[in-house]
């Protein structure tokens, strides 16, 4: 349910970048043990 909410919120921001990348983002951040504003940071750095 959280990633259909999310993936909804994105579009509806009109964010494509970060509605492609955000879960392989998410994957890589929790390897490298990356907290949240790190991860924000990487999405809106790729948008």
Do not use: F, N, W
């Not at 509605?19 to 790190?38: K, N, T």
């Amino acid at each position: 349910m959280g990633q259909l909410l999310l993936e909804h919120q994105l579009k509806e921001l009109r964010l494509p970048t970060a509605l492609s990348e955000y879960d392989q983002v998410a994957r890589q951040c929790a390897v490298e043990r990356v907290d949240c504003r790190h991860y924000l940071l990487r999405i809106t750095e790729l948008e």
